[in-house]
């Protein structure tokens, strides 16, 4: 993990947002109006990915948004891997920026820190920003005592496993170098996907930051993670660390499935 103190940058990098959609109106108009207005110079590409069972009245917000930034605002709908990480996964070939920001649409991920992890990516001395709802000052909002208690224990657990100083290790609210995206061989494809996305970068070296972020329950629609998915974190976790590091790289580049090209 990079330590503290770093560099203020002069040049900021170039930004692509991929957001996940499947319920979200006004949440989601919200998060891609907040990242534009405050990150005009370096958000540039927008990528809304959506599942087929994604509501018309959210459709109808994504056309809305594409005419109102043309050159920005796309879509794609996931057609091979289900779930949240697949819509991802698919998304990130279809990228060109160098620099790749996860974000939610239901506003639990508040793209008011996207700035703050731009400015620390743009130092340079790291792969990976990731927010921290663990950190000092950070806030969890209204989460559940019980969920609270079980994803400390998860952090404590992992972090130590991991060797890492790191508090956050689940969020799936996370600024990437475009090449970490598609270095490694993805496994998951559901939630367990963003917690995969961390630790396999960081068994092959990658360096990683993190920002306090503020967690806020979500006032639209509903979380679409099954219970059974806590199964996959706690398998993916021990088998991520399990395995030599070389065998979590992909082979080679897919098909068309090429790493992003910076512009
Ligand atoms: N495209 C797509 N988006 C998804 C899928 N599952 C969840 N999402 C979106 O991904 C974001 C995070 O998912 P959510 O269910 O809120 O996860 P939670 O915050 O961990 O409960 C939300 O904006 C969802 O609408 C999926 O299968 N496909
Ligand atoms: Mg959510």
Redesign the pocket.
């Known amino acids: 993990m990079a330590e503290t103190p770093w560099q203020k940058p002069r040049h900021l990098p170039d930004v692509g947002v991929i ?6 109106t006004w ?2 108009r919200e998060t891609v109006d907040t990242l534009l207005r405050e990150n005009p110079d370096t958000i540039h590409e927008i990528m809304i ?3 087929p ?2 509501t018309q009245a ?1 459709r109808a917000v994504i056309a809305e948004l594409e005419s109102a930034h043309p050159a920005i605002v796309r879509h794609h709908e ?1 057609m091979e891997l ?3 990480g ?2 991802n996964r698919e998304c990130i070939p279809l990228m060109r920026s160098p620099w790749i920001l996860l974000i ?3 506003l ?2 508040h793209p008011g820190t996207a700035a703050e992890m731009i400015e620390r990516a743009g130092a340079g001395d790291v792969d990976i920003v990731a927010t921290s709802r663990w950190l000092g000052g950070s806030r969890f909002g209204d989460y559940s005592p019980l969920k609270w208690i079980c994803n400390w224990l998860f952090q404590w657990m992992f972090s130590r496993l991991y060797r890492v100083t790191l508090t956050d290790m689940t969020f ?1 609210f996370r600024l990437y170098r475009a090449r970490e995206l598609c270095r490694y061989a993805w496994r998951e494809t ?2 367990a996907f ?1 917690f995969e996305a961390l630790i396999t970068p960081l068994r092959c070296g990658a360096r990683v930051a993190e920002v306090r972020t503020h967690w806020r329950k ?1 006032r639209e ?5 099954p219970a059974t998915e806590y199964l996959r974190y706690f398998r993916i976790g021990l088998s991520t660390r399990a395995r030599p590091a070389r065998s979590l790289m992909a082979a080679a580049p897919e098909g068309s499935r090429r790493c992003p090209r910076p512009r």
């Open positions: 957001i996940t959609a499947i319920d979200e949440s989601l990915g959506i599942a069972h994604t959210c996931q289900c779930g949240a697949g819509a939610a649409a239901d639990e991920t799936g559901g939630h963003f979500r629609g509903t979380t679409h993670m």
